[in-house]
Protein backbone atom coordinates (compact mmCIF):
# COMPACT_ATOMS: atom_id res chain seq x y z
CA UNK A 1 0.00 0.00 0.00
CA UNK A 2 1.10 3.51 -0.99
CA UNK A 3 0.75 5.27 2.41
CA UNK A 4 -0.08 9.42 2.00
CA UNK A 5 3.53 11.11 1.46
CA UNK A 6 4.80 14.14 1.05
CA UNK A 7 7.61 14.01 -1.44
CA UNK A 8 10.15 11.48 0.25
CA UNK A 9 10.66 7.68 -0.36
CA UNK A 10 10.36 6.73 3.01
CA UNK A 11 6.25 7.06 2.98
CA UNK A 12 6.53 4.57 -0.28
CA UNK A 13 5.20 0.80 0.27
CA UNK A 14 4.51 -0.69 -2.72
CA UNK A 15 3.82 -4.69 -2.49
CA UNK A 16 6.72 -6.62 -4.47
CA UNK A 17 5.66 -6.58 -8.17
CA UNK A 18 3.23 -3.96 -8.13
CA UNK A 19 2.33 -2.55 -11.18
CA UNK A 20 2.18 1.87 -10.79
CA UNK A 21 0.80 3.63 -14.29
CA UNK A 22 1.29 7.21 -13.72
CA UNK A 23 -2.28 8.66 -14.81
CA UNK A 24 -2.04 12.08 -16.02
CA UNK A 25 -1.90 15.11 -19.27
CA UNK A 26 1.58 16.43 -19.96
CA UNK A 27 3.01 19.09 -17.56
CA UNK A 28 1.05 18.00 -14.29
CA UNK A 29 4.54 16.67 -12.83
CA UNK A 30 4.59 12.89 -13.37
CA UNK A 31 8.12 12.32 -14.07
CA UNK A 32 9.22 15.31 -11.36
CA UNK A 33 6.75 12.64 -9.34
CA UNK A 34 8.31 9.31 -10.28
CA UNK A 35 12.10 11.03 -10.34
CA UNK A 36 11.05 11.60 -6.55
CA UNK A 37 9.29 9.18 -5.24
CA UNK A 38 10.85 5.80 -7.31
CA UNK A 39 14.00 3.97 -7.44
CA UNK A 40 15.11 4.80 -11.36
CA UNK A 41 15.20 1.39 -11.66
CA UNK A 42 11.98 0.80 -11.63
CA UNK A 43 10.79 3.41 -13.56
CA UNK A 44 10.02 2.82 -17.27
CA UNK A 45 9.31 6.24 -19.27
CA UNK A 46 8.30 6.64 -22.88
CA UNK A 47 9.48 10.03 -23.40
CA UNK A 48 12.99 8.10 -22.50
CA UNK A 49 12.18 5.64 -24.66
CA UNK A 50 11.37 7.71 -27.55
CA UNK A 51 14.93 9.60 -26.84
CA UNK A 52 17.00 6.35 -26.80
CA UNK A 53 14.68 5.35 -30.50
CA UNK A 54 15.07 9.02 -32.22
CA UNK A 55 17.33 11.06 -30.01
CA UNK A 56 14.33 13.33 -29.25
CA UNK A 57 12.17 12.60 -26.09
CA UNK A 58 9.44 14.77 -28.10
CA UNK A 59 9.50 12.50 -31.57
CA UNK A 60 5.46 10.55 -31.72
CA UNK A 61 7.06 9.18 -34.56
CA UNK A 62 9.00 7.38 -32.19
CA UNK A 63 6.30 5.92 -30.28
CA UNK A 64 5.39 2.50 -31.78
CA UNK A 65 8.83 1.13 -31.30
CA UNK A 66 9.64 2.75 -27.70
CA UNK A 67 6.17 1.32 -26.86
CA UNK A 68 7.39 -2.14 -27.68
CA UNK A 69 10.41 -1.44 -25.99
CA UNK A 70 8.15 -0.51 -22.55
CA UNK A 71 6.55 -3.64 -23.21
CA UNK A 72 9.88 -5.98 -23.41
CA UNK A 73 10.69 -4.19 -20.28
CA UNK A 74 7.24 -4.69 -18.50
CA UNK A 75 6.83 -8.39 -19.42
CA UNK A 76 10.48 -9.17 -17.92
CA UNK A 77 9.74 -6.60 -14.50
CA UNK A 78 6.64 -7.97 -14.09
CA UNK A 79 7.58 -11.90 -14.69
CA UNK A 80 10.26 -11.49 -11.76
CA UNK A 81 8.05 -9.72 -9.39
CA UNK A 82 10.05 -6.70 -9.57
CA UNK A 83 8.35 -2.99 -8.80
CA UNK A 84 7.59 -1.05 -11.72
CA UNK A 85 6.28 2.32 -12.59
CA UNK A 86 5.18 3.46 -15.81
CA UNK A 87 5.17 6.82 -16.69
CA UNK A 88 3.42 8.33 -19.52
CA UNK A 89 0.37 9.98 -19.86
CA UNK A 90 -1.98 6.84 -20.13
CA UNK A 91 -4.59 8.98 -20.58
CA UNK A 92 -6.41 6.56 -23.23
CA UNK A 93 -8.36 3.24 -21.63
CA UNK A 94 -6.86 0.82 -23.96
CA UNK A 95 -3.38 1.65 -23.15
CA UNK A 96 -4.51 1.22 -19.53
CA UNK A 97 -6.38 -2.08 -20.13
CA UNK A 98 -3.10 -3.62 -21.90
CA UNK A 99 -0.68 -2.87 -19.30
CA UNK A 100 -3.54 -4.12 -16.32
CA UNK A 101 -4.02 -7.28 -18.94
CA UNK A 102 -0.19 -7.84 -18.45
CA UNK A 103 -0.06 -7.26 -14.45
CA UNK A 104 -2.97 -9.74 -14.55
CA UNK A 105 -0.83 -12.48 -16.77
CA UNK A 106 1.40 -12.32 -13.91
CA UNK A 107 -0.63 -11.91 -10.95
CA UNK A 108 0.89 -8.47 -10.10
CA UNK A 109 -1.13 -5.62 -8.03
CA UNK A 110 -1.60 -2.49 -9.64
CA UNK A 111 -2.06 1.23 -8.90
CA UNK A 112 -2.68 3.87 -10.52
CA UNK A 113 -1.36 7.23 -9.40
CA UNK A 114 -3.89 9.67 -10.81
CA UNK A 115 -2.90 13.66 -11.42
CA UNK A 116 -6.12 15.26 -11.92
CA UNK A 117 -5.36 18.34 -9.65
CA UNK A 118 -3.19 20.56 -11.82
CA UNK A 119 -5.22 22.93 -14.35
CA UNK A 120 -5.41 23.23 -18.11
CA UNK A 121 -4.63 26.78 -17.00
CA UNK A 122 -1.46 25.85 -15.01
CA UNK A 123 0.15 23.50 -17.84
CA UNK A 124 -0.40 26.04 -20.11
CA UNK A 125 1.54 28.39 -17.95
CA UNK A 126 4.22 25.75 -17.58
CA UNK A 127 4.16 25.19 -20.74
CA UNK A 128 5.02 28.69 -22.17
CA UNK A 129 8.81 28.24 -20.08
CA UNK A 130 9.43 25.05 -21.13
CA UNK A 131 11.90 24.71 -24.07
CA UNK A 132 10.00 21.33 -25.25
CA UNK A 133 6.59 22.65 -25.95
CA UNK A 134 3.40 20.39 -26.42
CA UNK A 135 1.44 21.50 -28.89
CA UNK A 136 -2.06 23.61 -27.46
CA UNK A 137 -4.18 21.87 -28.71
CA UNK A 138 -2.61 18.31 -27.91
CA UNK A 139 -2.38 19.78 -24.05
CA UNK A 140 -6.24 21.03 -24.54
CA UNK A 141 -7.44 17.14 -25.34
CA UNK A 142 -5.56 15.77 -22.84
CA UNK A 143 -7.15 17.58 -20.37
CA UNK A 144 -10.69 15.67 -21.82
CA UNK A 145 -9.55 12.43 -21.50
CA UNK A 146 -8.19 12.38 -18.05
CA UNK A 147 -10.18 9.35 -16.06
CA UNK A 148 -11.67 10.00 -12.44
CA UNK A 149 -10.97 7.73 -9.76
CA UNK A 150 -14.21 5.59 -10.10
CA UNK A 151 -13.53 4.98 -14.08
CA UNK A 152 -9.83 3.82 -12.57
CA UNK A 153 -11.22 1.23 -10.33
CA UNK A 154 -14.02 0.17 -12.62
CA UNK A 155 -10.97 -0.92 -15.48
CA UNK A 156 -9.83 -2.76 -12.76
CA UNK A 157 -6.58 -0.89 -10.84
CA UNK A 158 -6.81 -2.53 -7.50
CA UNK A 159 -5.97 0.90 -5.86
CA UNK A 160 -6.33 4.35 -7.05
CA UNK A 161 -4.50 7.63 -5.75
CA UNK A 162 -4.66 10.97 -6.57
CA UNK A 163 -1.51 13.53 -6.55
CA UNK A 164 -2.25 16.95 -5.70
CA UNK A 165 -0.52 19.68 -7.12
CA UNK A 166 1.89 19.75 -4.44
CA UNK A 167 2.84 16.09 -5.41
CA UNK A 168 1.39 14.96 -1.78
CA UNK A 169 -0.56 11.50 -2.76
CA UNK A 170 -4.07 10.93 -1.31
CA UNK A 171 -6.07 8.03 -1.23
CA UNK A 172 -9.41 8.39 -3.38
CA UNK A 173 -12.70 8.86 -1.56
CA UNK A 174 -13.45 4.85 -0.82
CA UNK A 175 -17.22 5.62 -2.08
CA UNK A 176 -15.93 7.21 -5.10
CA UNK A 177 -13.87 4.05 -6.57
CA UNK A 178 -16.27 1.22 -5.07
CA UNK A 179 -16.64 -1.62 -7.32
Same mark, same amino acid.
Given at each position: ????????????????????????????????????????????????????????????????????????????? $? &? #?????????? !? *? %???????? $? &? #?????????? !? *? %??????????????????????????????????????????????????????????????????
Amino acid at each position: MLSEVTGSRPGLDLAPGTLTVLVGPSLVGKSTFAVRQFPPTWRICLDVLRGAVADDEADQSATTVAAAVQDLLLDER $L &A #RGLRTVIDST !A *L %LPHVRTKL $L &A #RARYYRRPTL !A *L %LFNQVSLEECQRRNAIRPRKVPPDILRWQHTLIPTAQELRAEGFDQVLTVAADATVHAAAPEAVAR
